[in-house]
């Protein structure tokens, strides 16, 4: 009986002691999760004596739940601890629960050991009904009623008993995994946006920095500005001019990537320009095509052709009368290599 009431203990302590720091191991949802222990005392009326001997004894139950309803249980007990000639006897079976909670209903199969009667070992078979309620986070205190019957020397015994004692759990209930991977999944979301405020924060410094750098790229800018503003009232100075004069000292140059007769957006702004001014005026203007002296010179005076006539259509695209001017590819020249890319646009008359 002492080795039965250490045995409890310790169970009691390691489940206790599992209780608290079920959340950090590691087989949470192994062998020992939903798997509750108790101990408790039994307090019992022999019906098939005439003496209707009462007496009290000690349980010890293990239950596992294996689905939403069904749990498998082990039980230990020791009975007869009054001297008054009620049969001590021990028993050790295993059996199903079927919950209806908080109410469930047990039947149990096993061994007897009777020191009293002719055959020392016999069989055992419990049933009877229960009531299990919450005291804690893993605790519980359990109330049981039944009959239980043990057979052995060729006769039954039956005894009506009354059980109750208290269960913890070894291992994490359902109820505490829903938990645990909620938490599980907090620490993790927040591993998470801790990565990413400090990604945030490089980011930040980041912006910061180029904040710094746009500041300084904005003073170099206005300073650009002011510039632009003194090239731009020099340059409309000079368009004036142009105007003013052309025909007389007026020419222009329009330029071309080497070996290409196509005209860039670049230059085509030029020749709307100067299509602007030749349509202000009555005069004649000649376009020489000009290459470098690159390649044969076959090719050179075919480069030179094509670059003149796109300029002549294009000024003919702009309104200008084709009367009033004058193409042609003159081939390479000696000039150096840029100025040899090139079409030249002169005045050819003053009337």
């Known amino acids: 009986m002492k080795k039965l009431i250490t045995i409890a203990t310790l169970l009691l302590v390691a489940a206790i002691a599992q209780g608290q720091s079920k959340y950090d191991n590691r087989f949470k949802y192994g062998l020992l999760s939903n798997l509750e222990i108790g101990v408790g005392g039994i307090y019992s009326y022999e019906i098939t004596n005439k003496a209707h001997h009462k007496n ?23 009975n007869g601890f009054i001297p008054n000639g009620f049969d001590r006897k021990g028993k050790g079976m295993v059996g199903l629960s079927f919950d209806l909670l908080p109410f469930y209903l047990f039947v149990d ?13 016999g069989l055992a078979m419990d049933a009877g009904a229960g ?10 205190l359990y109330v049981e009623g039944g009959v239980d019957r043990t057979y052995n020397g060729g006769t039954w015994q039956s005894v009506a ?38 990604l945030l924060k490089s980011e930040l410094q980041k912006c910061q920095d180029a904040t710094t750098s746009i500041q300084e790229s904005a003073i170099q800018m206005a300073a650009m500005v ?6 731009l009232e020099k340059k409309e100075s000079d368009n004036k001019f142009l105007q003013d004069n052309c025909g007389s000292i007026g020419d222009w140059n329009i330029y071309f990537t080497t ?3 196509h005209i860039t957006s670049q230059m085509d702004d ?31 005076i075919e480069l030179a052709q094509g670059r003149a006539e796109a300029v002549f259509q294009r000024l003919v695209e702009y309104g200008v009368d084709p009367i009033r001017l004058l193409y042609s590819g003159n081939g390479a020249t000696d ?17």
């Not at 009290?56 to 020791?78: H, M």
């Open 259 to 261: 070996g290409s007769c």
């Open 161 to 198: 008993s009354v059980k109750a004692g208290y269960m913890t759990n070894l291992g994490v209930t359902e109820s505490d995994k829903v938990e645990i991977e909620h938490d599980h999944t907090i620490r993790s979301e927040y591993g998470e946006l801790k990565g990413e405020n400090k």
């Open 335 to 351: 000039y150096d290599r840029q100025a040899d890319q090139r079409v030249f646009i002169s005045p050819i008359t003053n009337n």
């Open 270 to 300: 030029v020749i709307a320009d100067i299509a602007e001014i030749m349509l202000g005026n009555n005069k004649h203007y000649k376009i020489d095509g000009f290459a470098s002296n690159n390649g044969s010179p076959l090719r050179n």
């Open 131 to 140: 009531l299990q309620f919450k005291i804690g986070k893993v605790s519980s």
């Open 109 to 121: 199969y096993g061994a007897c050991l009777n020191p009293s009667a002719k055959s020392k070992l």
């Open 226 to 231: 002011e510039t632009l503003k003194a090239q």
């Open 56 to 78: 009290v004894g000690a349980q010890l139950l293990l239950t596992k739940r294996i689905g939403d309803f069904w749990r498998i249980r082990g039980t230990a007990e020791v």
